[in-house]
């Protein structure tokens, strides 16, 4: 299974909107609804932001959004503030009890 | 509030085995229905699922890796741990314990740098 693609980088303004994309194949992304997103802090634990393509976990901001269409998902950071500067990886079930992560994006705040 | 620490060995040399243990606290694996996983980050690379373990034994692993990872759980300790034989520099890197929750991964401990050098 080969990771999912996303783009290296993405940086915003404060207030202004970020998005990420997250794109596999029909066997991973597309075939299932099963997209997660994660926040990764440098020697902080990962945080969960979006499960199932698009449930915000408890205490995750309501600036943060997830969708998906085909075989590529999205995350989208409206109102972006300096916290939210950090890595983001995407993950999706790929059937098979097996699951595959994206390549990753570092998010900057201008 | 559920918290997990991995703990284990930061150097190892090449072709030897890899051994981490991730402790639950605040919560019971045993008593739950979820799954208890592993993933790791090389340095300067992205994230990679290696396989996950249920309380009661049933195990799933990445295929690139799974002639070589061993998970196990020992509810009596709340711990649950992981086995990586055979390994090479490319093994470098901070090793993750999760809980499965579903389809994702709801609680991570904080890692644990695990470097493979002679």
């Known amino acids: 299974q080969s990771a999912l693609t996303q783009p290296p980088s993405a940086s915003g303004s404060p207030g202004q909107s970020v998005t990420i994309s997250c794109t596999g194949t029909s066997s991973d992304v597309g075939g299932y609804n099963y997209v997660s997103w994660y926040q990764l802090h440098p020697g902080k634990a990962p945080k969960l932001m979006i499960y199932e393509v698009s449930i915000r976990p408890s205490g995750v901001p309501d600036r943060f959004s997830g969708s998906k269409s085909g075989n590529t998902a999205s995350l989208t950071i409206s109102g972006l503030q300096a916290e939210d500067e950090a890595d983001y990886y995407c993950s999706s079930y790929a059937g098979s009890n097996n699951f595959v992560f994206g390549t990753g994006t570092k998010v900057t705040v201008l | 509030q559920l918290q997990l620490q991995e703990s284990g060995p930061g150097l190892v040399k090449p072709s030897e085995t890899l051994s981490l243990t991730c402790t639950v606290s605040g919560g019971s694996i045993s008593s739950s229905s979820y799954f208890w996983g592993w993933i790791r980050q090389p340095p300067g690379k992205g994230l990679e699922w290696i396989g996950s373990i249920y309380n009661s034994g049933s195990t799933y692993f990445n295929p690139s890796l799974k002639t070589r990872v061993t998970i196990s759980v020992d509810t009596s300790k709340n711990q649950f741990s992981l086995k990586l034989s055979s390994v090479t520099a490319a093994d470098t890197a901070v090793y993750y314990c999760?809980?499965?929750?579903?389809?994702?991964?709801?609680?991570w401990g904080q890692g644990t740098l695990v470097t493979v050098s002679s």
């Open positions: 999760a809980r499965e929750d579903g389809y994702n991964y709801d609680y």
